[in-house]
Every structure is written in C-alpha cells, then in structure tokens.
C-alpha cells in the first residue's frame, strides 16, 4: 500500500503494526522516517522491488 499526502499520525500508528506480522516500511526515497507524507508499507521481501516500481511509476 503506498499513500500520498498522509499526515505523520496516520503513517506512525501502522508502522510497529507492520513490522510486527514481518512486513517492511519505508518513505517513497527508501529512507525510515514517517514524516515526509509518503509511505510504502508491503510484504517485507519485495519492499525494494515495490519502492523501484513506485519510484518508477512518479
């Protein structure tokens, strides 16, 4: 799921709650901050994949 235009409060909460059930989180530059209004959160083993396919697609 990646979302846009988010407020820090939304991407935080789901942060723990994501990495908990194994998968990965990250704002759209790949780096672990919740604050740019960004987010990519996906299964933990193509997060990287998923972020290039995103990167790609803007």
């Known amino acids: 799921m990646s979302g846009s235009g988010a407020g820090p409060w939304d991407i935080a909460a789901l942060v723990p709650i994501v990495r908990e059930a194994g998968g990965s989180f990250s704002d759209l530059t790949g780096q672990d901050r919740f604050d740019t209004g960004s987010a990519l959160f996906c299964n933990g083993r193509i ?4 972020l290039d396919a995103v990167r790609a697609a803007l």
């Open 47 to 50: 997060h990287e994949e998923a």
